[in-house]
């Protein structure tokens, strides 16, 4: 159980500093449009969603604990400075392709979430008092 939380607990984090925060950063920090900063994050989202499959094939061929650890590694590595550089960009695209990065990291952790927790536990649990609904 405490493992699965651990491994819930790295993609969370990711994903809301990536994709919850993003957006009061941009309009409330950054004093963009509100427009402008849901083109930038609807465009950033859009280009990462074939990563979520990319991710998964790369989980199945590599293994799932290497493309979680890179995207946790990218994490680490990409969102201070992309935070930081944000500041500094008024530019629609640059921003998108700054919050890609952002949200690019998530797509690792994600793709192999469900599985990775599913494989912590056994596929058939004997308990006592839960018998009956197995008959």
């Not at 790295?10 to 963009?32: C, D, E, Q, R």
């Not at 509100?34 to 979520?52: E, I, K, R, S, T």
């Not at 680490?76 to 500094?88: E, M, Q, R, S």
Request: glycine share 6%; proline share 4%.
């Amino acid at each position: 159980m405490a493992l699965g939380i651990i491994i819930a607990a790295g993609h969370s984090v990711l994903a809301y500093t990536a994709t919850g925060y993003i957006f009061p950063y941009l309009t409330n920090v950054l004093k963009w449009s509100p427009v402008d900063a849901n083109l930038a994050v609807g465009a950033a989202a859009l280009a990462q969603l074939p990563f979520y499959i990319i991710n998964a094939y790369l989980a199945d061929r590599i293994g799932r604990r290497r493309v979680y650890i890179t995207g946790l590694a990218l994490g680490l590595v990409l969102f201070y400075p992309v935070y930081y550089w944000l500041g500094f960009v008024k530019d629609v695209a640059l921003a998108s392709f700054l919050i890609f990065l952002l949200i690019l990291t998530t797509a690792f952790t994600f793709s192999v979430l469900g599985t990775a927790i599913a494989e912590l536990f056994p596929t058939r649990l004997d308990i006592p008092a839960c018998r009956w609904l197995l008959t």
